[in-house]
């Protein structure tokens, strides 16, 4: 009868324990689940999308297409000294649709994260920083690493981890984040951009981030509820129906002269 006792109180122990455990501990059993190994890098825009430029009132001309290419590929030498496996959507100056992007993505699958690398370009040259989108519960350890990686290493502004339903973070079915590393048309950023050592330290930021994730999995950053929501299409973008009104404007002129 008492080693029954004794046998029933350690179950009881032994429950307790797990309970603790999960409660504690939930993010360690994501390490397992989103183990990855591969990593596609993402350099935004190429060929005929331009992307955004820093306009003629900087010191420096830049066009975001040639700088992602760039940091991208440096990203890419950092990991594969690493010993991750390394795969980016463009190696050359080539347009690539979004959608082909996501495919690429989806088509890795299980194992693989897709980083990808944007700059931004506003009319107001006083912005400033650098930011993380992610849009996945999955996606969010990783947007966050890499968000105090980038901000730590470069000294810039934080402006934050934020959560956007972007194609190239909603679509992909593996985890996903959207770096946005400095304003080109900023004076102080437009210079750090145009430096090759600079763009070589936003590398060395982001493959920390990844690394980190990767040894730490999700452990010790407070989870997000998934949300859901529709794919992401092009016409959810404010830019493309601007684009569109631009482009009939342009045709409607063409035709009357």
Not at 98 to 114: C, F, H, Q, S, Y
Not at 129 to 151: D, E, M
Not at 169 to 193: D, H, Q, S, W
Request: hydrophobic share 40%.
């Amino acid at each position: 009868m008492q080693f029954k006792q004794q046998k029933s109180f350690r179950v009881v122990i032994y429950f307790l324990y797990l309970v603790v455990f999960f409660f504690l501990f939930p993010s360690s059993f994501v390490l397992a689940i989103d183990h990855f190994s591969q990593v596609l890098i993402d350099p935004g825009h190429g060929g005929i999308d331009t992307g955004g430029t820093s306009g003629k009132r900087t010191s420096y001309y830049l066009v975001e297409k040639e700088l992602t290419l760039d940091v991208a590929r440096r990203l890419a030498h950092e990991l594969r000294k690493s010993g991750l496996k390394v795969i980016l959507t463009r190696t050359g100056d080539r347009y690539v649709d979004l959608d082909e992007r996501v495919n690429l993505a989806n088509r890795l699958g299980k194992g693989t994260i897709l980083v990808s690398i944007h700059f931004d370009a506003l009319s107001n040259r006083h912005a400033r920083g650098i930011k993380t989108y992610f849009w996945h519960a999955n996606s969010f350890g990783l947007a966050t690493r890499i968000q105090r990686s980038l901000v730590k290493i470069t000294g810039e502004k934080d402006l934050g981890v934020i959560r956007r339903r972007l194609r190239l973070t909603r679509n992909p079915t593996i985890p996903a984040v959207l770096c946005e590393c400095g304003f080109m048309t900023n004076p102080y950023e437009n210079k750090l951009l145009a430096s090759a050592s600079y763009r070589n330290t936003l590398a060395v930021a982001i493959s920390r981030g990844i690394l980190e994730e990767k040894r730490l999995g999700d452990f010790g950053i407070a989870p997000v509820a998934e949300i859901w929501a529709p794919l992401s299409k092009a016409s959810d973008s404010p830019r493309h129906a601007h684009h569109k009104k631009i482009k009939r404007k342009k045709t409607v002129k063409k035709l009357e002269a």
